[in-house]
């Protein structure tokens, strides 16, 4: 009986998931239409105040502000089929073109039609490190933690530590001047963190097990390394799907051509820059949370194990992605009231936000490199149109006259034609 009543609210839910595009703006405005102004579920002073929780943690922010309100309505359980009714939609979508994608391939057809979507996905990349450039950097610390972000992830791009590295240096210099956000009030004498110990126990768990599988060369260890490399993603990303395709990009793409990778000679999970600028660029023209990217590489990394294999990679890789996301915001939102009486923590988060912004700078420069750079030193030519496409979609983006979507329906409709 208790859910029955809520079947309206998770009517709407559903709605909202396969008609809000737009990525975490657009997702923001949406909500606050839907279920501020239609339905009252919460006020609009509420819904801001989620979405501000939400920015503070790793994770999908949009995905995890719906949730909040989710919980609002009927606590954890509500919360969770909110959670799940809002990502899968997009994660079946984003699944399915892994599997589009691989009958293509293993039955010799082009795939023309998708690009001039790899050049997209860049052009998307640069236009949001603009438009959060505007937000994040306004004074002398920001600016020089965005220099050295950008120039430490252009330069060690290929290493896997480079970004939580960088968030947590950036969190920590903003710290040592307590001038710009002074501690206000007293703040609370004890807080229980006994429940993120599950968070951090699946994270060490995940990789602990991810690294025993590789080097026991197990019989299902992709999957194995699937789940660790997807939980990762989930629980240090800041800033959302913006940034975390640039992670997948060197996890995926550029790390396994590195040097060190092809000595010890594993077997680790990859994708063509091709592939994975499709998926990416995909991602963009379809409603819901850029997370549901998540389904498509992890289907995408294990369709040479067999159709079975690729389904079960669709679904770790949604779910393992997803999941950081809600265990964080359903553990501390219980004590946000609290804790947003830290000023530690708006310090830190100023730090995050530069450093964030320069490490998208820096892929965005480390992708130009990896996709027109690079050819041309080898004598090859690249493609005039690549360039205009990745430029017209910052403008057309910049410009905010028309939607995502259309501007990737006319990147596929440019590569049938030409």
């Not at 990525?23 to 606050?32: A, E, K, L, V, W």
């Not at 550029?254 to 991602?283: H, I, N």
């Amino acid at each position: 009986m208790t859910l029955i009543r809520h079947i309206p609210f998770l009517r709407a839910v559903f709605w909202h998931s396969i008609t809000a595009f737009g990525g975490p703006q657009g997702h923001m405005g949406m909500m606050m239409k839907t279920f501020v102004q239609q339905r009252r579920d919460l006020t609009e002073t509420e819904l801001i105040e989620y979405n501000g929780f939400c920015q503070l943690l790793p994770g999908a922010s949009s995905t995890q502000t719906l949730t909040l309100i989710g919980y609002k309505r009927g606590g954890i359980s509500l919360a969770v089929i909110t959670l799940l009714i809002w990502i899968l939609p997009a994660c079946l979508i984003m699944g399915s073109m892994s599997f589009l994608l691989s009958y293509l391939d293993r039955n010799g057809l082009k795939l023309e039609i998708f690009k001039f979507v790899r050049p997209m996905a860049i052009g998307f990349i640069a236009y949001s490190t603009f438009r959060i450039f505007n937000i994040a950097i306004y004074n002398t610390i920001t600016q020089v933690i965005m220099l050295v972000a950008t120039i430490v992830t252009f330069l060690a791009f290929k290493s896997p530590w480079v970004f939580p590295a960088l968030i947590v240096a950036a969190g920590i210099a903003t710290n040592f001047s307590d001038k710009r956000i002074p501690q206000k009030g007293v703040p609370p004498k004890k807080i229980k963190w006994g429940n993120i110990l599950i968070f951090f126990a699946l994270f060490a768990l995940a990789g602990s097990l991810s690294e025993a599988a590789s080097s026991g060369n197990w019989k299902h260890r992709k999957a194995i390394n699937l789940f660790e490399n997807a939980y990762r993603f989930g629980s240090l990303v800041f800033g959302g799907g913006d940034v975390l395709l640039p992670l997948m990009y060197e996890q995926y793409v550029t790390r396994p051509e590195t040097k060190r990778v092809q000595e010890t000679g594993r077997d680790v999970l990859k994708l063509s820059r091709e592939d994975f600028l499709t998926g990416s660029g995909m991602v963009r023209a379809i409603p819901g949370p850029v997370f549901s990217v998540g389904a498509f590489t992890g289907g995408m990394v294990l369709r040479d194990e067999g159709i079975a294999m690729q389904i079960a990679g669709c679904i770790i890789g949604a779910i393992a992605i997803f999941l950081p996301s809600a265990l964080l915001v359903l553990f501390f939102f219980p004590v946000w009231h609290n804790l947003k009486r830290y000023a530690v923590i708006y310090r830190s988060l100023e730090g995050i936000n530069a450093a964030v912004v320069g490490i998208m700078a820096g892929a965005t420069c480390y992708l130009v490199k990896d996709t027109f750079l690079a050819p041309l030193m080898k004598g090859q030519m690249i493609g005039i149109w690549d360039l205009l496409i990745v430029l017209a979609t910052f403008f057309l983006l910049r410009s905010k006259r028309i939607p995502a979507p259309f501007i990737v329906l006319g990147c596929l409709l440019l590569g049938a034609i030409l």
